[in-house]
T-cell receptor, first 112, second 114 residues
Framework: DGGITQSPKYLFRKEGQNVTLSCEQN?????MYWYRQDPGQGLRLIYY???????QKGDIAEGYSVSREKKESFPLTVTSAQKNPTAFYLC???????????FGQGTRLTVV | KNQVEQSPQSLIILEGKNCTLQ??????????LRWYKQDTGRGPVSLTI?????NTKSNGRYTATLDADTKQSSLHITASQLSDSASYIC?????????????FGTGTLLAVQP
């Protein structure tokens, strides 16, 4: 089945640690995105990539890093520089020429 | 500033009843407007897309309307079911279609009770 897969579903991080969230898609989409969702707020764009080996900062990129070495994969690293990382993280991909974003099931990150 | 505002913030209705969710936007230049349904702990899924020239579009029990003059959209749910309990997010795309120009509303949390 075609789709976009995020893992893990739940992730716990100790303060000062870096963690990496996985996002894989087999939809053959060029563009991939990472969003953060907090209660009472709309989705906010962290990073996006329109093509392999290229990515751009979104509105809230500080404390995050990404890579796009393969078309299928767009992992997000939450670094210790992100002061308030507890949130629900959503990965999305989009086909060229369309505005519909296809979302993964999300990863809930909690700092303990 | 591009913004999307939704109301109400939350809504509780009884199973079988109808409801209407509202979305007001100030996005320019406007490309299209989508309604997404997001189940708790899941990713959003697109329900409908409205372009500038469309006034009404239905998807089963969901009917979306768009008034491009007043920059308002509504999502009407008919004969609600328990499975309709979710967050409904209005997303407006600015012209160009790049996802970095998607503006998300904060969503309306709908609870359908038996």
């Amino acid at each position: 089945d075609g789709g976009i897969t995020q893992s893990p579903k739940y992730l716990f991080r100790k303060e000062g640690q870096n963690v990496t969230l996985s996002c894989e898609q087999n939809l053959n989409h060029d563009a991939m995105y990472w969003y953060r969702q907090d209660p009472g707020q709309g989705l906010r764009l962290i990073y996006y990539s329109q093509i392999v080996n290229d990515f751009q900062k979104g509105d809230i990129a500080e404390g995050y890093s990404v890579s796009r070495e393969k078309k299928e994969s767009f992992p997000l690293t939450v670094t210790s520089a992100q002061k308030n990382p507890t949130a629900f993280y959503l990965c999305a991909s989009k086909p060229d020429g369309r505005t519909e974003a296809f979302f993964g099931q999300g990863t809930r990150l909690t700092v303990v | 500033k591009n913004q999307v505002e939704q109301s109400p913030q939350s809504l509780i209705i009884l199973e079988g009843k109808n409801c209407t969710l509202q979305c007001n936007y100030t996005v320019s230049p406007f490309s299209n407007l989508r309604w997404y349904k997001q189940d708790t702990g899941r990713g959003p899924v697109s329900l409908t897309i409205m372009t500038f020239s469309e006034n009404t579009k239905s998807n089963g029990r969901y009917t979306a309307t768009l008034d491009a003059d007043t920059k308002q959209s509504s999502l009407h749910i008919t004969a609600s079911q328990l499975s309709d309990s979710a967050s409904y997010i209005c997303v407006v795309s600015a012209e160009g279609g790049a996802t970095n120009k998607l503006i998300f509303g904060t969503g309306t949390l709908l609870a359908v009770q038996p």
